[in-house]
């Protein structure tokens, strides 16, 4: 089955840097891929997502970039703000049967410091 | 578009009492699921329906946890006997599994301590 790797699990960054999280999967097959973002004590919420037709993809401050090849794909964030500061979750899925199963990886904690 | 509902948001059990969360998805969603949640780890699947169907329990241990959703729409998940390291945030999630839209919606979450 599928297998999601996510590191690092903290980040620490200073407000108006950049953030980078890096998922790897292991189903060559898997072909969608979403964000999500945990606030604490909150529920997980979709942030952006790429399927697996397309390298890139933006809005606003956050892109997700796709490497098919290597599978893996990773979550940028540009001129964080502290609101940013989240448990940030990546996922792999494949349909199947017309039907997703998402797999999650463990999670990274990023802090961004005013 | 109303969310996801869970009840309750809290529970505390002693090992070995038996818990049951409730779960209403998004109205239209035919896909449910329901995911554990550690401190400090993943989500990780426990049951997947479609309407009132079983999609995939691999994950759900079920020697002492059943889920069912009758009537395609809202859906309990139970627990029986519970254990100590069943301690976790249960979400349910629903998605409209459409072309062009796969995102999940989550719920809450119900936070079980089992002591």
């Known amino acids: 089955g599928e297998n999601v790797e996510q590191h690092p699990s903290t980040l620490s960054v200073q407000e108006g840097d950049s953030a980078v999280i890096k998922c790897t999967y292991s189903d060559s097959a898997s072909n969608y891929f979403p964000w999500y973002k945990q606030e604490l004590g909150k529920r997980p919420q979709l942030i952006i997502d790429?399927?697996?037709?397309?390298g890139e993809k933006k809005d606003q401050r956050i892109a997700v970039t796709l490497n098919k090849t290597a599978k893996h794909f990773s979550l940028h964030i540009t001129e964080t703000q502290p609101e940013d500061s989240a448990v940030y979750f990546c996922a792999a899925s494949r349909r199947e049967g017309g039907y997703n199963k998402l797999i999650f990886g463990a999670g990274t904690r990023l802090a961004v410091h005013p | 578009e109303a969310g996801v509902a869970q009840s309750p948001r809290y529970k505390i059990i002693e090992k070995r009492q038996s818990v049951a969360f409730w779960c209403n998805p998004i109205?239209?969603?035919?896909?449910l699921y329901w995911y554990q949640q550690i401190l400090g780890q993943g989500p990780k699947l426990l049951i997947q329906f479609q309407n009132n169907g079983v999609v995939d329990d691999s994950q759900l241990p079920k020697d002492r946890f059943s889920a069912e959703r009758l009537k395609g729409v809202d859906s309990t998940l139970k627990i029986q006997p519970a254990k100590l390291e069943d301690s976790a945030v249960y979400l349910c999630?629903?998605?409209?599994?459409?072309?062009?839209?796969?995102?999940?919606?989550f719920g809450s979450g119900t936070r079980l301590t089992v002591v």
């Open positions: 109205s239209g969603h035919a896909t």
């Open positions: 790429i399927r697996s037709n397309v």
């Open positions: 999630a629903s998605s409209l599994e459409v072309e062009g839209n796969y995102g999940y919606t």
